[in-house]
């Protein structure tokens, strides 16, 4: 029992004092980068790995996240900040829209029509520009923090990600968690013991996309800059995913560790490997997934032995 | 129970320590001065970084001989891989790097602007050699120095232009919707009613689009007597031929620079180049002392026609020394007040910066003649007048053959009726549709018999555009017969990628084989911009942009033949998968494939074939897509890969009977929402009607299987 203690206690200490032993600019703004994809991966997770509902339309939440915050700038007199509050909002209703629409569809089918979702609201964006800007996109002038000085956006970043991690500790210790692995496993069975599976696949969506919309409403006060490219492609969708599988599907450790290594990696390759980096990237995916299809945490469990359970992830 | 995660929560956290520290690289260097050149080196825009970088070694390499304060300069090359959320890092990375005096960066508008809003606060001196957004200078930005014209100046010269020299009446807008374009077109619509032109219409596109003829349509409908393109090259180059194509006979058509300057579009849209009248920030013949000997020394030193990109780096770089040596200092708030104070006369013009940052430079009008940018305007600056108004295409002598009455009626025609343009859409829709059955039907064979989400397709689809293009170049082979090299090597290509990637995640959750696929993808996208640049290349073939006039409905020839081979190949799969025994075999096999097993099925042996003839599939299609798209480049196949997920869906899983009617249907449906709603919201249509058979009737139009 102690030893849980400690090292939590350990991890918090390092956290909190990150800014400090890394002061160089920069490097606050990569730990910034990486606890919002930490976050990202994370209720991406809650969706895609506990539900076992592989959505790739995740950069549709962030991104209404991303332009609630953009709105209420250009069109109010309110502080943008209030987009961590907003955001969820506005994405709890589409949210059960989208749930409702594509629930009813299994395997590929619900992960093609979650990139449909997707991509119709990037196109909505980036052509009704009355509303968004549209390609030209939104400046956001900074409120309340000045915008070069990091350490006000990494304890607040902080607080949202360790929100997110341990709402997905909880989640996974919870009825709600062993309800949604269930579905996982085998929805048929779930719902013929008694599991209202459309009920709770449409809470693990509203968790998700809530906790995604607070990114993309935090992003968009950190970068002070929203456009489709930037906050709604494809490629976003992508990447959450990736990081939650290189990490490892459904475990509460797997995105974070996913976000930390994809992070900072691709940001190395940026910089040693030049044109050839987008290649090495692309290469290390093909490989990881063949020989690490169930992740980094899988490759743990057996490296280590950690306990005695066996790795989760989704049988095919 | 719970430590694990903790302990690999430390773990991780203890991973952050090396990078973090290796982030901070910069050292002292007591001989040189460090400045930060942010471009696009890879992805989409990596062409025009490539032209900026030979600018840059240019510039660097005349400093050098000489040096600066005694000092060498050294450029810190960041790519921002043509994203705008990595050119703001860079910028964070660059501007806490005490060595670093200054930047120059970067090339995109929409790479540009959030990046000067980061250097600004963190007041660093910033030269923006490239990016035309007005937005850029508006936000009294202190530290930020424009060296190009803005995109308002590129609509004030177009429209004194149109009205004092062309006559135009009525302008017709067609912009890509990025940064970029709306930035020209909201500048050329809002001056042009102030200078009596009436608005046409306006159509705002996404970018790398596939077909323009249902747009082009549109604007002819409207009747335009100018038209104005704001592209960039790909979509420069298929709007012209198009225009050719569907017979839009405009007094004059003109563009806003990018696309439309650059000598690839010489090659690229080849003999439909001539006449067009665009904006530049620069040409090789400009008034400017010394510039035509600067483009001597410069093709001679890389063997590369030098581009405004090119120049404006040089003379960004240019522009930041002659600053830090007036400075006498390398202390950014000296360098940024001298840089306030330039004043140059250089091969890019005269240079100084008014109170908003931004360099007064004029642009000025060029208009392809001959196959050449001449300078026609402004009249001090012309080498030649320009020749106004443009010959209709059917007058003009490359087409003679096609047609003896050259008459005049041509730009009389300008209206065009509601049924015209309604045959027009269908035409357009229907020869589209089967482009889109063709890619279709590979990825139905690979999805309904493997269930593999293959999000390589379309990246395979450019691989077939690779091998038909150095087929037709070096061995002269016509794209319609490289058919028959191109598929069986296909085959091979995709039963190598089966056996060694696609075999051993068969059995992993679907998520897997998609990023598994997306990651095969984006090495061979990657690998494509490694061995042949990401340059266009271009072929013009005997037939390219040869139509066929029926009533007021215009049709390409290569597309009905690619239409045509469509159905054919539809017809051959049909057949093969009915009649024969290995046909049959994969039909088991995506029925029941443990059942078919049982049946003495080799299931690894059909899982090849199948794989290997979706890939076929996907190369025949970029065979096809040649003659119509004239040009390839590393992403030239990506738009194709969602496209190819609709249509499957549409037709039903594993049908290509259902393809081939899956890819009419989406080719019909963008055709008609293009022109009858608008054109931004075409793929929106596509995807909603998606949306709609997915959730209403998901074994497809014309599945009966439960899915």
Known sequence: ?316 | MNSKPLLILTLTALCLLPAGCAVNDEGDSPDSIRVGIISSLTGAEARFGLAQKYGYEFAIDEINSTGVLGKQIELVYQDDTSKPEVASLTVEKLADRNDIVALIGAYSSSATFPATAVANRYKMPMLCPSAITDEITRQGYEWIFRVCAPASEYGRTLVEFLTKVAGARRLAVVYENTQFGSSVARAALEQAPRAGIEIAGYEAYDQGGTDFTPMLTRVKAAGPDAVLFVSYLADATLLMRQSKEIDLNPKVFTAGGAGFSLPDFLKGAADTAEYTISVTQWTPDAKWTGSREWADRFRARFNYEPNYHSVQAYMSLKILVDAIERAGSTDRAAIRDAIKTSKLDSIFGPIHFNAVGQNEHPVAITQVLNGRFVTIWPSEAAILPPVLPTPPWRTRSTVTESSADAGLEAHAAATVSGSEKLLQTLASGLLTGGIYALIGIGLTIIFGVMRVVNFAHGALVMAGMYATYFLFTYSRIDPFLSLAVVMPLMFFVGIIIQKTLIAPVLGAPELNQILLTEGVSIVLINTALLLFTSNYLTMTTSYAGATLHIGGVSVSKPQIGAFLIAVAITAIAYLFLVKTGTGRQIRAASQDAEGARLLGINIERVQSVTFGLGVAAAGAAGSLLMPIYYRVEPYAGSPFTLKAFVVVVLGGMGSVTGALLGGIVLGMAESLGAVYVATGYKDVIGFVIFLLVLTLKPSGLLGKSKV
Not at chain 1, 264 to 281: G, W
């Open chain 1, 1 to 316: 029992m102690k030893r849980p203690a400690f090292s939590f206690s350990i991890l918090a200490l390092f956290l909190i004092a990150s800014p400090f032993i890394f002061q160089a600019r920069y490097s606050q703004h990569v730990l910034i980068l990486v606890l919002l994809y930490v976050t990202l991966g994370s209720a991406w997770n809650i969706l895609g790995g506990f539900a076992g509902q592989l959505s790739l339309g995740h950069a549709a939440f962030f991104g209404f996240g991303a332009y609630t915050a953009a709105i209420i700038a250009s069109k109010t007199a309110l502080s943008p900040w209030f987009a961590i509050i907003a955001g969820p909002a506005v994405v709890l209703p589409i949210a059960l829209l989208v749930g409702w629409i594509c629930f009813r569809l299994r395997g590929p089918y619900f992960t093609l029509a979650t990139i449909a979702v997707g991509e119709v609201v990037r196109l909505l964006a980036l052509n009704w520009s009355q509303l968004t800007g549209g390609a030209v996109g939104v400046v956001i002038r900074p409120s309340v923090f000045s915008g070069t000085n990091k350490l006000p956006y990494y304890y607040i970043v902080l607080v949202i990600t360790a929100a997110t991690v341990a709402l997905c500790y909880v989640v996974s210790q919870r009825k709600l968690g062993y309800y949604l692995r269930a579905i996982r496993e085998d929805e048929e069975t779930a719902e013929s013991i008694g599991i209202d599976t459309t009920r709770y696949k449409l809470v693990a969506l509203s968790i998700s996309a809530s906790l995604t919309a607070i990114a993309g409403a935090f992003y968009a006060n950190y970068f002070l800059f929203v456009d489709p490219t930037i906050v709604l492609p494809l490629a976003l969708s992508v990447e959450i995913v990736l990081m939650a599988i290189i990490g490892g599907l459904g475990t509460v450790a797997g995105p974070v560790l996913g976000a930390v290594l994809l992070k900072l990696s691709s940001e190395v390759f940026r910089n040693e490997f030049a044109q050839a980096n987008l290649l090495i990237y692309g290469a290390l995916l093909v490989l990881v997934i063949l020989f690490m299809p169930d992740g980094l945490m899988g490759g743990f469990h057996r490296l280590f032995r950690f306990g005695a359970r066996k790795t989760q992830r989704v049988s095919a």
